[in-house]
Structures are given as C-alpha cells and as structure tokens.
C-alpha cells in the first residue's frame, strides 16, 4: 500500500514536471517568435515590407498593442514611400513625351469601386443590373475583357498601384514609378481627376495614406490641370458637375474614381432608382433570409445604377473621339457561397473567395468616331479580351489608348498588345491565382 503511494507521488511529480517543461518550451517559443515579428515590424521601412509582414499576420489575428504598432509604423512607413514617390514624380519632367494622335482626343478613365463581376449580367449575372453595358456591347463600342484580376482587396492598396506604372507581376514598387497621369500631363494632356472618395472616411488610416500620395502638392502641379471641389451624394452627381462645369481642352484625360458598390450598398443609388427586391432574388441556399435577399438585391441596385451613370458617360462623349477604360479596385462578397459578405482574406486565401473579391469587370468602349480612325487598336482590342492579366498594370494600355509615346510604356504590361507578356498572377503577396483556381478543378 505505502510503496503505491510513493510511485504514486514520484508518478506526479514526473508529470507536474514534464508539463511544467512543455508549459515553459511554449512560452520561450512563444516569447523568441513574439520578438522576431516584432523586429521584422519595426525594421520594415516601406509599406511594401509591411504589406509582407501583414499577410503573415491579418488585421483580424492582432492584438490591441500589436494593430496600435502596426498603425504607427504604417504611418513612418508610408511617409517614406510619399517621399520617393514625390522624387519619382520629379524626375518625369526629365522625359520625353508627346502625344501622336493628331485630332483632338478624350480618354476617360473610371475607377469602380467593389465590383463583383459576378453581379453583372455582362458577366452572366441572371438579373439585368447592366442592360447599358450590354447595348454598348451590341453596337460594337464596348469591348469586354474576362480574364481581369485584380492582386489585392482592399482599396488604399490597389489605388496606389493601379496609378502608379509599376508592375506587381514584375517586382516592381509603386513608389519608384510615376503615376500615369503625371505622364499624360507631361505629354500635354489636361488631366481632370473628379474623385467621390479623397473625401470619404478622411481620418482613417487608409485615406490619409493614399491621398499623401495623390494630392500632395507636387503631385497636384504636376499631374492634374484641376479637381473637384465639392462632395457629391451619388455618382452621377459627380459625373454632372464635370460635365458642366469644365470646358475641355484639346487632349484630355477625364479620371472619375466612383463610390460604386461600397459597403452599404443602399447608399450608393438614388431611392429613385430602386429596380430589384429581395423578391427578385430567387436563390434557394439555406443560409438566405428574406433580410439577406435585401441586401443581396440593394448591391444588384447599385450595380445598375452603376450602369445607367455610365449611360451618362457614353451618350456624353458618343459624338466625340473617345475612349474610355472602366475597371473597379477590387470586388466584394453578397453572401454569393457562404453566409458571408464584405471582404476578408485569412492568410491563404479560397476559390471562393478569389472569384468573388478578385474578379472584376475591365471594359474598353470607344466612340465611333475614335473606332474609326484607330482600326489598328480596335483589332487588338478584339483579340485580347481573353488574356489573363492583373489590373494593376492598366496605366499602360492608358498610355496606349491615349497614344502617348514615353519611356514609360512597357509593351509586355499593356494587354492590348501584340507584345503583352502575360506573368503567373500573385494574390495577396504570397500565393498564385492559378494554383489556387486549378486546385478546385482537380
Ligand atoms: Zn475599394
């Protein structure tokens, strides 16, 4: 009886000791893989370092103290970056750039905002949110791209990027690449930047960030002839003022950067434009109620109220020589496979999860006067629509549209070339669309 007691006691001990080993190799571990992320945060010196860092460590899996350290080091960082983007800016007065077309020209170029192109009937959505799109389609002025992703979700990020002429594909930094505009107004474009977001959420962190870089002051003299003033409620009230208030000049480059589908979709259309209720919406997964519908049918709103205000836009230049681009920054989940909607990506992102928040739309339509006279770019526009590339590199199939000859200009990152080099598409810094796609196929 007493030797039981003993290998009892020594049986305790043994095991109080091997948890209290375990217990103690987790929190050195613990504390030695606290330190290295701390250090790799604190050495990152531009928010492409940090970008790397967080996709290690998602906003979600933060704590308080470690979303407070990473807010300030987002701020030091991102005034680097401004530093060598206002550098970068400079030096494109050292280039040269002319425009070749020889008539007056109007490029228009509308940045979307969280367009899910699964949600257009362009697309194959079975509502009709974009009976515009289609008529334009019909006429032969609209020429529709389906293979267009884009390599981030959030829009602070891909803004950056998608002015800048960098190439992610490639490597390259947004910073050490002008904007596209700086170079249109370089060559001799007016450049007319009406923006419905530089006012919107002005003090969060992503604002702040990206409008450090758009309009601060030397990129404001260098790269666009005027901007809007005022806020508007909706879309096509941004749209209206342009349209009334600018006289153009002979070269113009018209940007119009939307609300679009943001969050709270409801806000995004005039109650006027009200078509589709969650009655319309006749999905049978389980994980849809009658008050998900709604939402799901107010999103589908904004969408074609989205198409009547490019209506706008078309029937505005139709009688002109024009082109003009439509893209959106990223796309957005409606509860279209889960009971989820919104964006969010927890380190390796799903199928679903790409199609839905990385595909989106890229139309190029042009007026008939410019079809007429740039056979040679309708031709190409006709036998790219099915290439596989990033929207982040628009800037230079801008620059082609525009016929604007720089140094600039890569042929391999302008899809509409017979030279574009299509590259293996990275998302989210660390993984590849395609692996990802064909993963589901299997
Ligand atoms: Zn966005």
Not at 19 to 40: E, M, P, T
Not at 46 to 65: A, C, G, K, V
Request: proline share 4%.
């Amino acid at each position: 009886m007493e030797k039981c007691s003993i290998k009892r006691f020594i049986g305790r001990v043994l095991s109080f000791k091997g948890r209290d080993v375990i217990a103690g190799s987790v929190a050195i571990v613990g504390l030695i893989w606290s330190i290295v992320c701390y250090v790799i945060l604190f050495s990152a010196s531009n928010t492409e370092q940090l970008y790397t860092w967080r996709h290690y460590f998602p906003h979600n899996s933060m704590d308080p103290f470690t979303q407070t350290m990473h807010g300030l080091n987002s701020l030091r960082d991102s005034a680097n970056d401004t530093e060598i983007a206002i550098k970068t800016t400079l030096d494109v007065s050292s280039t040269q750039a002319t425009v070749t077309e020889g008539d007056s020209l109007t490029v228009i170029y509308i940045l979307g905002e969280s367009y899910n192109k699964h949600h257009a009937s362009i697309y194959g959505y079975p509502l009709p949110t974009t009976p515009n799109f289609e008529r334009e389609v019909k006429s032969g002025n609209l020429f529709v791209f389906n293979d267009a992703v884009n390599t981030e979700n959030y829009t602070s990020f891909m803004e950056k990027n998608i002015f800048s002429l960098n190439s992610i594909g490639a490597g390259e930094h947004w910073f050490d690449y002008p904007s596209f505009a700086t170079v249109f107004k370089h060559a001799g474009y007016d450049v007319w930047m009406w923006d419905m977001q530089r006012d919107f959420m002005t003090k969060r962190l992503y604002t702040i960030t990206v409008n450090a870089y758009l309009y601060n002051d030397e990129m404001k003299k260098l790269s666009y002839t005027a901007c809007n003033e005022k806020r508007y409620g909706y879309d096509g009230g941004l749209v209206t003022s342009f349209f009334r208030e600018k006289t153009p000049g002979k070269y113009n480059l018209v940007i119009l950067h939307f609300m679009g589908q943001h969050i709270a979709y409801f806000q995004r259309f005039p109650k006027s434009e009200t078509v589709f209720t969650a009655d319309d919406i006749l999905r049978t997964d389980k994980y849809l109620n009658k008050n998900k519908k709604g939402i799901i049918a107010q999103y589908d709103n904004a969408t074609r109220y989205n198409d009547a205000v490019m209506k706008q836009v078309f029937d505005h230049y139709r009688n002109k020589n024009a082109v003009l681009l439509y893209m959106s920054d990223h796309g957005e989940e409606i509860y279209d496979y889960r009971d989820y909607r919104g964006r969010q990506v927890s380190y390796k992102p799903t199928p679903g999860q790409l199609r839905n928040q990385n595909e989106t739309p890229f139309l190029v339509w042009c007026s008939d006067a410019y079809k007429k006279s740039h056979p040679d770019i309708v031709k190409r526009l006709q036998s790219s629509l099915d290439r596989p590339f990033m929207t982040d590199i628009v800037g230079h199939t801008l620059l082609a549209l525009g016929q604007v000859k720089t140094p600039y200009y890569k042929a391999e990152h302008d899809v509409t070339s017979p030279q574009f080099k299509p590259v293996k598409r990275k998302v989210y810094g660390h993984y590849y669309y395609e692996d990802i796609m064909s993963a589901e196929k299997k």
